[in-house]
């Protein structure tokens, strides 16, 4: 199994830009999340699913869409980037009987 | 959003030695997981706690469940340089529910 695979690894974009930050689990895990993690401030919620079609609001939602349309993917979208926005991303799946997560590579993004 | 203090922020230790770190929150948790993370990877987890007064071991590491319920702790005895990573707690306010929240790390290094 390759777990959570999040595509790209690493992302230069400029302010005002677009993009979509991609993530897959093949372990048919039914929630799956978004975090983002800054310097000195450990990793923070953006949104999260609970199952396909259903998602919800974390910690820090602003300038972030997501959408779960299936159980494997689970897709970031940054609709006009800012540079506040310059984090690591990650995903982060688990089934809905487990307590740990297992988290994907991360995608490192700068904005510009 | 909830504040998860932990401490030390970082940590030189010999290759050998045993390291404590600790985790405290202002808000009760009803669970603590503690993650490690490499260097340009996800956080792992290492261990969960359920029950307050809980104690837990993976192998090396220990980890305990305060009774205030709003403090965790984490034992590595016998450090080896595969430690070297950063550390982080989590807490959860209900078993199963999806928001984790995650302390600002310990960073370890392990001298040889």
């Known amino acids: 199994n390759a777990g959570v695979t999040q595509t790209p690894k690493f992302q230069v974009l400029k302010t005002g830009q677009s993009m979509t930050l991609q993530c897959a689990q093949d372990m048919n895990h039914e929630y799956m999340s978004w975090y983002r993690q800054d310097p000195g401030m450990g990793l923070r919620l953006i949104h999260y699913s609970v199952g396909a079609g259903i998602t919800d609001q974390g910690e820090v939602p602003n300038g972030y869409n997501v959408s779960r349309s299936t159980t494997e993917d689970f897709p970031l979208r940054l609709l006009s980037a800012a540079p506040s926005q310059t984090s690591v991303y990650f995903c982060?799946?688990?089934?809905?009987?487990?307590?740990?997560?297992?988290f994907g590579s991360g995608t490192r993004l700068t904005v510009v | 959003g909830q504040q998860l203090n932990q401490s030390p922020q970082s940590m030189f230790i010999q290759e050998g030695e045993d390291v404590s770190m600790n985790c405290t929150s202002s808000s009760i948790f009803n669970t603590w997981l503690w993650y490690k993370q490499d260097p340009g990877e996800g956080p792992v987890l290492l261990i969960a706690?359920?029950?307050?007064?809980e104690l837990t071991s993976n192998g090396r590491l220990t980890a305990q469940f305060g009774i205030t319920r709003k403090d965790s702790f984490l034992n590595i005895s016998a450090s080896i340089p595969s430690d070297v990573g950063i550390y982080f707690c989590a807490g959860q306010h209900l078993q199963g529910a999806n928001n984790l929240f995650f302390g600002t790390g310990t960073r370890l290094t392990v001298i040889p």
């Open positions: 982060a799946s688990r089934s809905g009987t487990g307590d740990g997560y297992t």
């Open positions: 706690l359920y029950k307050a007064g």
